[in-house]
C-alpha cells in the first residue's frame, strides 16, 4: 500500500483511511448513515473532488488490511476472532456504532447485528460492501494498479495482470494464489471451503468485466470477513447494500 509507482517515486510515509464508510457528502464522520447506490465510477469521481490526496479505497490498502489482521489475530476466521459484524439486519447501521468499543479492535456484541472494529476503522466487513478501486477483473483474469490518477473501471490500461486466474466456482474459500512480482496480491485460487474451514470467508465471480466489493453487507450472515470477496458485479452496479470508503494518499 506504501509502494505505489507512478503516483510516487518513494514509499509513501503513511496510508489514512477513513474510519468509517462515506457519507452523502463523501466524509467519514461519526453518526452518518453510509452512502448507497452508487457506482464506483461515481465514488471515485466524488472522492477525488474533495481534494489533492484524496482517493477511494482500493486494493493496495485492503491486502495490506487483511494481510495486518492475520498477522495480529494469528486466525482466518475473522467473524470468531472479532465478531460477525453486521450480517443478520434488515438496514444499514449508521456510522459510529462501535466509538463506545474499547481499544482499537472488537465489536459491540457478538450477535450478527452489531458492528465490528479492526484498527480502527469500522465494520471492515458487515453492514455494507465496500468497492474496492485499483482492480478490474474479466472473467477469471485480475488486473491490479496501485497509481489511484488511472483507475478507471472496465480497462486493463495502465494495469498489470496477475501471473494466475480466479477461482471459476463460487464458495467459501479454500486456497490463494501467488504471483512472485505481486506477493501481497492474494485472490482466490480454490474454493471449497466453509465458513468456519480455511479462509473462512466467502468468494463470487462471474463472466466478463468485473469490480471489486470487499467485506460483506448486512445480509451475508456466515459469507461476510476480512477477505470476503465479490468479483460478479458489473461496474454499473448501484445497491443498497454496497457504500464506499476514503483513503488519503500523500505525495512526499
Known sequence: AHYRPGYSDKYLPYVLVGCYHCDADYRSISG????VNITRAQARAAI???GIGYWQYDVATQKMLEHLYKIVAANLDSQTAVG??????????NSGSTDGVPGLTGSVANDGLSGVKLFGIENPWGNVWTFGDGVNFDGDKIYICTDPTIFADD???GYTELSYTKAAANG???KLGYDP???AMLFPVEVGGSGDTYISDSYSQNAGPRVALFGGSLISAQNAGVSSLASSNASSLKDPTVSCRLQILPKP
Not at 32 to 35: L, M, N
Open 32 to 35: 452518518k448513515a453510509p452512502i
Open 48 to 50: 477525488a473532488a474533495r
Open 84 to 93: 460477525m459484524g453486521v450480517v443478520n439486519d434488515f438496514g444499514p447501521l
Open 155 to 157: 480497462t486493463t490500461d
Open 172 to 174: 467459501f474459500v479454500k
Open 181 to 183: 512480482d505481486n506477493p
